[in-house]
């Protein structure tokens, strides 16, 4: 059984950066799709960025580009995110075990994937 914690969280001010990170135990990650999501209160959990196909390749929603960065190191992954802005405030949790694929935008989708962690909260306010 997979079991992901997720560390990093914590109060910023708008501009400001947080690096989030998803240990996996139980599991190799490299093997599978993984993905970081956030729910912001009363909103639908969304897909921020994800590792899906077997190259690495990097996927982000449209509003995160240029401004988050996804990356993976043997059983961790890491969503570093600079300039920070209030509506990122959300809790941001990471998933694991979706199958590989060249269809990127799959990665961004809750149900790819099997595992969850518990979440981290990042709220940026000034």
């Known amino acids: 059984q997979v079991q992901l914690v997720e560390s990093g969280g914590g109060l910023v001010q708008p501009g400001g950066s947080l690096r989030l990170s998803c240990e996996a135990s139980?599991?190799?990650?490299?093997?599978?799709?993984v993905g970081w999501f956030r729910q912001a209160p009363g909103k639908e959990r969304e897909g921020v960025s994800c590792?899906?196909?077997?190259?690495?390749t990097p996927y982000y929603l449209d509003s995160v580009k240029g401004r988050f960065t996804i990356s993976r190191d043997n059983n961790t992954v890491f969503l570093q995110m600079n300039n920070l802005k209030p509506e990122d405030t959300a809790v941001y949790y990471c998933?694991?075990?979706?199958?590989?694929?060249?269809?990127?935008?799959?990665?961004?989708?809750?149900?790819?994937?099997?595992?969850w962690g518990r979440g981290s909260q990042v709220t940026v306010s000034s």
């Open positions: 998933a694991d075990g979706g199958t590989l694929t060249t269809n990127l935008p799959l990665g961004l989708m809750k149900g790819w994937y099997d595992y």
């Open positions: 139980g599991g190799n990650l490299e093997f599978y799709s």
């Open positions: 590792i899906v196909s077997s190259d690495g």
